[in-house]
C-alpha cells in the first residue's frame, strides 16, 4: 500500500482559477495577490495581510524592518524547522534556542530565563498546526520587569518599546486560539503557503500585521509591499497604467513578493478551507479512535476548550522505543 507524503488538494476550480490567470495576461503581482490577501485577512480577522513568495523571505524582511544588529538576540524553540533560525541569521541577528514543552511547543518557562537586555523579538513556533500560548507569552513581553530589561537598538524597537512576538504559524493556518482563528494573537503572525501546508500557492506565505499603536497597520502594509518589490514605489500593476512607467528605489529592499499565478491556486482554496479542514479533522478523529486502543501509543491533543489544532500533521508518540526503532516504523 502506497501512502504519499502530503499531495496538494487540486480540484477543477483551483485549476480554472488558474487558467484564468494565464489568460487574463497577468501573472505576475497583481489583483488575485490583493484578492487573497483580503480573504486571508478575512478569515483571521487580521488588521492587514501582505502575501510574499515564501514564509522564510517574509520571516527575514521584517525582522531587518526590526533593525537587528549582530548582537540582537532572538528566541526561538529548538524543536523547529531550520527557517526560524536561518530567518534570524539571514537579518543579521542571533539566535538562541530554548527547550520545548511536551506539546512540543516553546517552554514559556524557557523564555522567561532566555530573555536578556540583547533580546529584540521572540518567535515561537505552532509545532504540526497546535498553537502556542499567545497570552502567556504577549503577558511576558508586557512585563513591567521585562520591558524595564529592553534595550533597544534601532528606532523600530524603540518605538515598540517591548520585545516583539512574531508567530511562525507555518503549520497552523485553519487553528484557533481563544475562538479565533490562528492569525491575531501576537504582534505579527506569518502562514507558510508552501505545497504541503492547509492551503498553498505552490510556494508562499502571508503576514498577518497586528501590530499595537502608534504603528498603523495600513501604513505598514505599503511599507512592506513596497520593501518586498525592492523597495519599488511603485509596483508592476502600477506601472503599467498609462504614464506611469515612472518610478523611484525608496529604500533597501528585497525581491519576495508573490505573483498572482501562485495566488490564484490559494484564492482558490481558500475558498474551500471549511471544508478541508473537516475532512482533517476527521482523519485525525479516526487515527484517535485506531490508535487508543493501543497501550504504547501516545495521542496528539488536538482540541482544548482554549485551543485547536489545524491538524496540519498527526504527531504520534510511541512509548519506550529507540531512535532506530523508529526510523523503522516510519
Not at 7 to 36: A, F, H
Not at 64 to 90: C, N, Q, R, S
Amino acid at each position: 500500500m502506497r501512502v504519499d507524503f502530503s499531495p496538494p488538494y487540486i480540484d477543477q476550480s483551483i485549476i480554472d482559477e488558474v487558467v484564468d490567470t494565464m489568460k487574463s495576461g497577468w501573472i505576475t503581482t497583481g489583483n488575485k495577490v490583493k484578492l487573497l490577501e483580503t480573504e486571508i485577512q478575512t478569515f483571521t480577522d487580521s488588521k492587514s495581510v501582505l502575501c510574499v513568495n515564501s514564509w522564510t523571505s517574509g520571516a527575514i524582511m521584517i525582522l531587518k524592518w526590526l533593525g537587528l544588529k549582530p548582537k540582537d538576540e532572538v528566541i526561538i524553540p529548538a524543536y523547529t524547522y531550520a527557517a526560524t533560525a536561518l530567518a534570524v541569521f539571514h537579518a543579521g541577528g542571533t539566535p538562541v534556542m530554548v527547550d520545548v514543552s511536551d506539546d512540543y511547543n516553546i517552554s514559556l518557562d524557557a523564555i522567561h530565563k532566555a530573555i536578556t537586555p540583547k533580546t529584540k523579538a521572540i518567535i515561537p513556533v505552532d509545532v504540526a498546526g497546535w498553537p502556542c500560548d499567545y497570552k502567556e507569552i504577549m503577558q511576558i513581553v508586557n512585563d513591567k520587569e521585562i520591558k524595564s530589561l529592553f534595550t533597544p537598538t534601532s528606532e523600530i524597537q524603540a518605538k515598540l518599546g517591548r520585545i516583539l512576538v512574531l508567530i511562525d504559524a507555518a503549520h497552523s493556518f485553519g487553528g484557533k486560539y481563544d475562538g479565533k482563528n490562528i492569525g491575531v494573537g501576537a504582534d505579527l503572525t506569518i502562514f507558510s503557503l508552501h505545497a504541503v501546508k492547509n492551503i498553498t500557492t505552490a510556494e508562499g506565505g502571508a503576514i498577518c500585521l497586528n501590530m499595537p499603536l502608534p504603528f498603523d497597520n495600513n501604513n505598514l502594509y505599503d511599507e512592506f509591499r513596497s520593501m518586498s518589490m525592492n523597495c519599488q514605489s511603485k509596483d508592476a500593476y502600477t506601472k503599467s497604467m498609462a504614464g506611469s512607467w515612472k518610478y523611484d528605489i525608496v529604500g533597501f529592499g528585497m525581491k519576495i513578493n508573490m505573483p498572482d499565478l501562485n495566488a490564484a491556486i490559494g484564492l482558490a482554496q481558500i475558498k474551500i478551507i471549511a471544508d478541508l479542514l473537516i475532512k482533517r479533522t476527521e482523519i485525525s478523529n479516526y487515527y484517535n479512535k485506531a490508535f487508543s486502543k493501543f497501550d504504547w501509543a501516545i495521542l496528539p491533543v488536538n482540541k482544548t476548550l482554549l485551543k485547536e489544532s489545524s491538524y496540519h500533521v498527526y504527531c504520534l508518540r510511541i512509548k519506550e522505543i529507540t531512535e532506530i526503532q523508529r526510523d523503522k516504523i516510519i
